[in-house]
């Protein structure tokens, strides 16, 4: 070793230790006859000391030569120091050194290496190598590693066997698009990298595998928005001869084994909430749950009051902002304008103002009397102090105009702490989804998930009716990880694909070898995957999964650092059999 | 759950218990007025007991007519076996059972489901979900959890921290043949998948990381070998601040943890040898130390005799076999066969035969007298009994052939014991190695290996003899895992690109990134990577690494269970901007 102890280690008990330390020169601090540097590594960082009356001449030029982020050795003596720092945990202590080694220059750093840096998230993306070396974003990835270690802990424990699932598979044209590699052995055909290992997984039920997990890579080729990657990592699981409740209570543990003993925190056993209701009470199937500002529908306490907006609505519903009836004119236009963007596309929104002094004043006062007003204020529990926002139309769109309102004022309000968790399992999930682009449905979860034998009536006359044994864990309105109990018979999984519109002959070329299987004794089964990434982003309190990856790629899916995408020679062009259009 | 207890699970102190079991059908045992049925799962298999004097109707006839692999969950009272059997651990115990339901069906399934299957490799690899059901087949998965899970503990331990590096990197022509993706969003640019993450770990040190590890796949498009995958699973390390003896010594340590815990078996401290003493000594850079046959040169002991082939030999060297003196003719003739054949290519095989009356018989009796064989007896401290071979030639070329014949008598003379492990570690490995092919020098690990700063000066006159800085770890033989110190600076890293034909562009095109890392403070460090495949297949005592490997692909580099690779839509390939020729 280049050192005998880490720049986070000494302590006052080691006073008159000789010792080697090896780092990064974090700071200089020259006050002329005496020479303070900063020594840094991944464990901490430990104060040198050159007092210019006390040191060899060559010594204390030496170390003043030095420039931020050379790579350094010192031989020492710990002393104790005069003027301690209980800030960090070696502050008791600095190290009068008798020798030093530069082990490696450096130039300038193009940003500053500390916590926060000068550097903008292009230049930060180039040298990511210099920014993983800020300790808050190495925390990050140590927190990541934690994340990992626990989670093999608990599912090991649990008897869960990790086993690789293969990265080179084959091409589906479902769901998302694949990365495919082309073969040189065998020209125009291709391997693809999978969006998940949902089949292979599936097939190590059907060998008895009866518990599997892996946290594994896996691939998606969209049009990257801010916060995808193309390449990102799930916790991915599978359990044999289970019902959806053994799931949700195993994974439920897990979750609650990670805020335990990565973050120290109880989590409260998670409430379970259908689709519908989270459809119903917040206008989202991933509802955060920190706060409560449920909606309040009252639908039939608007009609025959002349009021065409909502006179026609097939929906008249609200939620009480708490504490905000003295919000201006301004306020409220700008959040009506909010809601009006078109990525929202609301046509207004009408507020009752409950002030404190007990009067109701309203944007719709003209149509309703205070009469009307007192009913809509008793149905939403309003105290005085209270504001309600209202918003009317087609159900479904008129919920999710109200979720993204909802969502800004928990925002406004500070009901949205990063450091309070709030987990929810909603179940029921529609089986299939109508998609306006291509006019037929698909399936919301993925097509091997099974449909509720109690729904499977309506597959024919009323689809979107039909319930899937589908289940997300969303916390803090962000949905971590998704499962179901699998279809494992041939004959619902052939109908499956039917109703998705493949042909028999497509359904047997892409998954002819899933439903063989399931022909020589599937058990049944069903699982979940999280996504890691994520998950650690909200275990770290980010917004942005990208600092929790070490290596990641832009909004563009390049690597600025390596840069890559690039092109290949000619020679690799023609050995594969393919042309560049 | 759909059962209360595993079919590996209970014993003679559940006896009376009423319990659930699910599982497979492994076998029914039919005599007439009594039924038995061993139930199997992952854990164990149970035996049921359906007596039709005791049972209902209905459920022994549905009892008798379950086939193999059928999927069923029984409710039943636990019982004392009659006749118990001590080799399973539920034994003792049988299940009456009082309510039989199908989960599933199974049609006949193409192979039995037996330790000993009648199905040949094609058609387990098509099946191969059911040959993993084969507990041969699963166990060899389940050691391969347990040494990954080994592996982390151990790491984990020694501050190591597990990082995620990327899939989708950058091509470079060094080496063996990258898989490459072609990108979607930038048109005529490719990604390509890692034959290791190399460079990224490389960085990681630079950033301070300091121990990092990670289990992860890495890709090869090489021409298949009999038992090489496209691909396959590393375990990927790296250290800072270290000296090659803190390699070895941790990773030394890294594989007498997992033979202590994975196999309880105390691996002795690990010794070491040098690349040029492996050579001489055995012919090989991956000696078998399971047994000795040691290389012993007599060429100085055969000259001035007039026999053509040692008179113009470089080198005459040989082993000795003990107790093979009594070989027949044919048994040397079959030998000499051996070495002759176009993959070894040796000119011939000479014996001297020290037989068990005390006399010596050689096949260069014309040449040699009694004398002069006494001489060589003597260097190979032979004993009567023994049995010496003999081979001359050109050094190199001479001991690679030789190296062969020791390996096969080492079979023969069962000295190469399948439970048996011997390790070692192979050290100061040639920096250059010649490739004929091309008639330049390649790199011999790879070009970020650090020379011997004490060789640095033959590099312009005599490249072929610096030594670098790598370790291979060698166990029965095998190279299981190497590594290397690294080079940290800029100069010697482009002197390095320069010596193995790379133009400044080109080095800068494909590795500006990493030289240019090496310019903001690079710590001294270095690290290894282990074939976990490899590992997990010596360690089963397996010769293959196939059945290690969940899915594995055919020697075509194909899955033929998924029928991978396949091709793509013509679609999809206008998307990607490719045609193929």
Request: aromatic content about 10%; glycine content about 6%; charged content about 30%.
């Amino acid at each position: 070793m280049l050192r005998t102890h880490t720049c986070g280690e000494l302590r006052i008990s080691d006073v008159n230790k000789h010792v080697v330390l090896a780092g990064w020169v974090q700071r200089q601090r020259d006050k002329g006859s005496v020479l303070w540097i900063d020594l840094r590594d991944r464990y901490g960082i430990t104060q040198l000391i050159f007092d210019e009356s006390k040191t060899d001449a060559a010594l204390f030029n030496a170390a003043r030569a030095l420039g931020r982020e050379f790579v350094v050795q010192v031989e020492a003596t710990v002393v104790e120091r005069l003027s301690k720092n209980d800030k960090m945990p070696t502050g008791d202590i600095e190290l009068k050194v008798t020798k030093l080694t530069v082990l490696n220059t450096a130039k300038l750093p193009p940003f500053t290496i500390e916590d926060e840096t000068d550097g903008g998230d292009d230049l930060r993306m180039k040298y990511r190598y210099l920014d993983l070396r800020r300790n808050t974003v190495r925390e990050k990835l140590q927190l990541r590693h934690k994340m990992a270690q626990q989670t093999r802990t608990y599912l090991d424990a649990q008897n869960f066997i990790e086993v690789e699932t293969p990265v080179l598979i084959k091409s589906t044209p479902e769901g998302a698009r694949d990365f495919v590699v082309p073969s040189r052995i065998h020209h125009g055909e291709f391997y693809a990298l999978p969006q998940s290992p949902q089949t292979f997984k599936q097939l190590l039920m059907v060998s008895g595998f009866d518990r599997y997990y892996q946290i594994v890579k896996c691939f998606r080729d969209e049009d990257l928005r801010a916060d995808r990657q193309p390449e990102f990592t799930q916790i991915d699981c599978e359990m044999a001869f289970i019902t959806q409740e053994d799931i949700l209570s195993t994974f439920e543990g897990l979750v609650r084994h990670l805020f335990k003993n990565v973050k120290g925190i109880d989590l409260p056993s998670v409430p379970r909430m259908n689709y519908d209701e989270a459809m119903k009470l917040y206008g989202s199937d991933k509802p955060d749950t920190r706060f409560a500002m449920k909606f309040v529908e009252i639908t039939e306490h608007t009609k025959g009051k002349n009021f065409p907006v909502f006179e026609s609505a097939e929906l008249v519903v609200g939620i009480c902002a708490k504490g905000c009836s003295e919000y201006s004119r301004k306020q409220i236009d700008e959040l009506t304008e909010f809601v009006k963007r078109p990525q929202i596309g609301a046509k207004g929104l009408v507020y009752v103002q409950y002030r404190t002094d007990g009067t109701i004043k309203s944007s719709v006062d003209k149509f309703y009397s205070p009469e009307d007003l007192n009913v809509w204020v008793e149905k939403f529990n309003a105290q005085p102090g209270d504001l309600i926002f209202l918003m009317a139309g087609e159900a479904y769109s008129t919920r999710k105009q109200l979720n993204e309102l909802r969502l800004l004022l928990g925002d406004r309000l500070g009901l949205r702490d990063k450091n309070k968790f709030s987990a929810l399992w909603v179940i029921d999930f529609p089986l299939l989804e109508w998609n306006e682009e291509t006019k037929r449905y698909h399936a919301m979860h993925h097509p091997f998930t099974s449909p509720k034998r109690e729904d499977l009536h309506l597959l024919d006359t009323d689809p979107g009716k039909v319930r899937a044994n589908a289940y997300d864990m969303v916390i803090n309105g962000t949905e971590v990880g998704g499962g179901s109990i699998r279809i494992h018979d041939r004959p619902t999984q052939q109908l499956m694909f039917t109703h998705l519109g493949f042909t028999e002959e497509e359904a047997k070329k892409q998954f002819g070898f899933l439903m063989e299987a399931f022909e020589f004794g599937a058990p049944p089964h069903g699982g979940i995957a999280f996504g890691f990434d994520r998950l650690c982003s909200l275990f770290g309190g980010a917004d942005s999964i990208r600092d929790f990856i070490a290596f990641p790629k832009n909004n563009a899916g390049r690597d600025v650092m390596i840069d890559t995408p690039s092109t290949i020679s000619d020679e690799q062009l023609k050995e594969l059999g393919i042309l560049v259009k």
